[in-house]
Nanobody, 116 residues
Framework: VQLQASGGGLVQAGGSLRLSCAAS????????MGWYRQAPGQQRELVAT???????NYAESVKGRFTISRDNAKNTVYLEMNSLKPEDTAVYYC???????????WGQGTQVTVSS
């Protein structure tokens, strides 16, 4: 599975950004699509995930501000980020899981920088 992420950038605190990640390759369906992030000197952490059935899961730090969605027909996952804070600054990675194959596939990462 190959992943192509886009949509990162520089935004002021309180602003919004939308990330996209499109999956391609040989597969029938993707069980889980999600976003993780890694700030400098920090471990990679979960931001949000969504199952093929539409069940979402969010980190407490982003609940109410970020919204994950996916288009199964396009094998694409989105992350709408509102009310951004400087502490949201990180490299954001998309990840997909096909449970019958085990493991997961990571995208290349996209930088999100929130200025105060």
């Amino acid at each position: 599975v190959q992943l192509q992420a886009s949509g990162g950038g520089l935004v002021q605190a309180g602003g919004s950004l939308r990330l996209s990640c499109a999956a391609s390759g040989r597969f029938f369906s993707i069980d889980l699509m999600g976003w993780y992030r890694q700030a400098p000197g920090q471990q990679r952490e979960l931001v949000a995930t969504m199952t093929s059935g539409g069940r979402g899961n969010y980190a407490e730090s982003v609940k109410g501000r970020f919204t994950i969605s996916r288009d199964n027909a396009k094998n694409t996952v989105y992350l709408e980020m509102n009310s951004l804070k400087p502490e949201d600054t990180a490299v954001y990675y998309c990840k997909v899981e096909i449970w019958s194959r085990g493991g997961g596939s990571w995208g290349q990462g996209t930088q999100v920088t929130v200025s105060s």
